[in-house]
């Protein structure tokens, strides 16, 4: 299946670059985070170069009040009680699986996370995956509210991001509409990893299943190149 709204970055920075990860994720999203996880780990035992991976923006629950909702009444009301907690102890030991912990104790809001992903989106490409990181930190271990603009400011002095992307009208408009993008085109659960835009996977994957993915992505790559006519001599 093809994202058309991934159809402009897909064109880009193509020439002479390993393949392109695409994943479609939300900060709040505790499989995103073993995901990232698995992804990162994949990568580590591949042989060759390095893929680019990006991060895509995606809203759970779109309709998320600015300053969020009570963690756990949340919880309860999608999932009703009889299956809330099953769903934390399910994560908290596939997060320990991959090394990660989830403290879920501390967890008392469920957030809006537009403005998490606006800073993700307003640093350089090389530094997003460590704010990741730390906001996934800052949430399921911590227990902060990464909805709160102060919070996610102690993050973006840190990374030195722009201090102005978290009251940035435009580029919030712009990352909510990419949301709003991938959900109208058929992307209905994350996180979500599209590989060179030929193949998708969704869910946490094990590392060995996204490794497969990533290999067979390069190699139709590498084909693509092969079948390309030599440019004419000058």
Request: net charge negative.
């Amino acid at each position: 299946m093809r994202y058309p709204f991934l159809s402009s970055l897909l064109s880009a920075e193509r020439s002479d670059m390993p393949i392109t990860i695409d994943v479609v994720h939300d900060t709040v999203c505790p499989w995103c985070r073993i995901g990232k996880r698995h992804l990162m780990d994949a990568i580590a035992n591949l042989e060759g170069e390095a893929p680019l991976v990006r991060w895509h923006p995606y809203f759970l629950n779109p309709s998320m009040p600015a300053g969020g909702v009570d963690f756990r009444g949340y919880l309860a009301s999608i999932m009703g009680d009889d299956h809330a907690e099953p769903m934390i102890l399910a994560v908290t030991r596939a997060g320990t699986q991959a090394g990660l912990r989830f403290n879920w104790d501390r967890v008392r809001k469920a957030p809006n996370t537009l403005r998490s992903h606006a800073l993700i989106h307003a640093a350089p490409q090389e530094e997003r995956h460590d704010i990741l990181d730390e906001i996934h930190l800052e949430y399921f271990e911590r227990g902060g509210d990464i909805g709160n603009r102060d919070q996610l400011a102690k993050i973006e002095r840190n990374h030195g991001v722009d201090s102005t992307a978290l009251d940035d009208q435009a580029h919030l408009d712009a990352i909510a509409g990419r949301a709003e993008a991938a959900r109208s085109q058929g992307i209905s659960g994350v996180p979500t990893f599209l590989f060179d835009g030929r193949t998708a996977l969704s869910g946490a994957q094990p590392p060995s299943v996204l490794l497969a993915a990533i290999e067979e992505a390069s190699a139709a790559a590498l084909t693509v190149v092969e079948r390309r006519p030599n440019s004419p001599s000058s």
